[in-house]
T-cell receptor
């Protein structure tokens, strides 16, 4: 049963520190999404990759957030410097894109707490 | 861009009753509407979806209806059970260009009381 994996599962850090979250999409999937989940805003799309190329990062604060896919098996989301308002659960999802394929498969999430 | 509104934000029902969650969307080009269930501390998981060329879809106790003219869609859960308690998210995907991203509603916390 293939699943999206994310590390770390929990991260507590001090304000100003760099945070890197990692995601391994399901093998063969060609799209990767990063979401941020908070009570107030729900699930917000931060970044969207297809075939490792960034397609949409309009939801991401560009001054401190960056997202990359160094290879097809790894996606990273980096925050530098982190701030308390970044505290949230960050989900990665992957899918096989096209009209025929629709489902996004979510990873378990990284719970980030910035003190 | 797409905007998805979801109501109610919380819903409490007695076991065995039905539950209905409603969503509206703004982009008439949207053609795919999934529903995700998220249990406490877990990942969202797809439970049912519908495409714009279909008006209704059913899978055991859950069903989804779509009204393209009014731009709204609903999730219906019948004979609710305590394990149905979770947050439910609706979403819409536009068919514009090659963009396949989903826009999610803010979620409905469903509580099924035994």
């Amino acid at each position: 049963d293939a699943r999206v994996t994310q590390t770390p599962r929990d991260k507590v850090t001090e304000m100003g520190q760099e945070v890197t979250m990692r995601c391994q999409p399901i093998l063969g999937h060609n799209t990767v999404f990063w979401y941020r989940q908070t009570m107030m805003q729900g699930l917000e799309l931060l970044a969207y990759f297809r075939n490792r190329a960034p397609l949409d990062d309009s939801g991401m604060p560009k001054d401190r957030f960056s997202a990359e896919m160094p290879d097809a098996t790894l996606a990273t989301l980096k925050i530098q410097p982190s701030e308390p308002r970044d505290s949230a659960v960050y989900f990665c999802a992957s899918g096989l894109e096209g009209e025929k394929y629709n489902e996004q498969f979510f990873g378990p999430g990284t719970r980030l707490t910035v003190l | 861009g797409e905007n998805v509104e979801q109501h109610p934000s919380t819903l409490s029902v007695q076991e065995g009753d039905s539950a209905v969650i409603k969503c509206t969307y703004s982009d008439s080009a949207s053609n795919y509407f999934p529903w995700y269930k998220q249990e406490l501390g877990k990942r969202p998981q797809l439970i049912i979806d519908i495409r714009s060329n279909v008006g209704e879809k059913k899978d055991q106790r859950i069903a989804v209806t779509l009204n393209k003219t009014a731009k709204h869609f609903s999730l219906h859960i019948t004979e609710t059970q305590p394990e149905d308690s979770a947050v439910y998210f609706c979403a819409a995907r536009s068919s514009g260009g090659s963009n396949y991203k989903l826009t999610f509603g803010k979620g409905t916390l469903l509580t099924v009381n035994p």
